[in-house]
């Protein structure tokens, strides 16, 4: 059975409400089966400095994913990726009964064309942009979007994004969340602790990923 998979990027450092609300109400405005959450193991666009081990930031977002139809995976450390466009085509080779949707805010199309080989992601699977505070007017006038603007599709019909030819673009709104990973740092800056395994050792070699289920 062909199901519909919405994929969430990001460092979750650490994982908070605001992630699974938008992702929730993703799940809900594009008729998604599953959301995965990709947890980055290293982001070339973020400093290291402050970024918490991967173990504790996935260990964080498998907590606050539990009892939904969001799922957080370690697919790019597995897959040992380290940009998007990389692992994105590999999960659609190993995947190809299911159909993809690439979800970001509205921060990351403001810098989508700093990305490596961004339309090769457009052109990989449609984007939906979501909405966030503050980026709204910067997404919009982002370098990125003045190519990605003739792809757009109405927000009303964001649920037939499996129809689509790609590149394809939705842009969704949902109700403002303030919540941010700075500001939890910030408020409990040890807060990784709670979350690292107390044997825990960095993985050294790839483990295999199912054909059938993403990695947890």
Do not use: C
Not at 99 to 120: K, P
């Amino acid at each position: 059975m062909t199901r519909r998979i919405g994929l969430l990027g990001g460092s979750f450092n650490p994982a908070h409400a605001g992630h699974r609300r938008i992702s929730l109400a993703a799940i809900e405005a594009l008729a998604l089966d599953e959301l995965w959450w990709l947890v980055s193991p290293g982001n070339p666009l973020k400093p290291a400095a402050g970024m918490a081990a991967f173990a504790a930031r996935l260990a964080s977002a498998r907590a606050m994913a539990r009892r939904s139809r969001i799922r957080a995976t370690d697919v790019e450390a597995r897959l040992g990726t380290r940009y998007t466009v990389d692992t994105l085509r590999l999960l659609t080779r190993r995947y190809p009964r299911d159909r993809f949707v690439w979800i970001m805010g509205a921060d990351n199309l403001a810098q989508f064309s700093a990305w490596h080989r961004w339309r090769e992601i457009a052109r990989t699977m449609p984007i939906a942009v979501v909405a966030r505070p503050g980026y709204d007017a910067r997404a919009v006038a982002a370098p990125a979007m003045a190519w990605l603007r003739r792809f757009a599709h109405p927000t009303r019909r964001a649920d037939e994004w499996t129809d689509w030819s790609v590149p394809a673009l939705v842009l969704l709104r949902f109700r403002p969340d303030p919540t941010s990973a700075t500001l939890k740092r910030a408020a409990d800056p040890l807060w990784y602790e709670r979350f690292m395994p107390a044997n825990h050792v960095a993985p050294t070699v790839r483990a295999p990923i199912s054909p059938s289920e993403p990695a947890n």
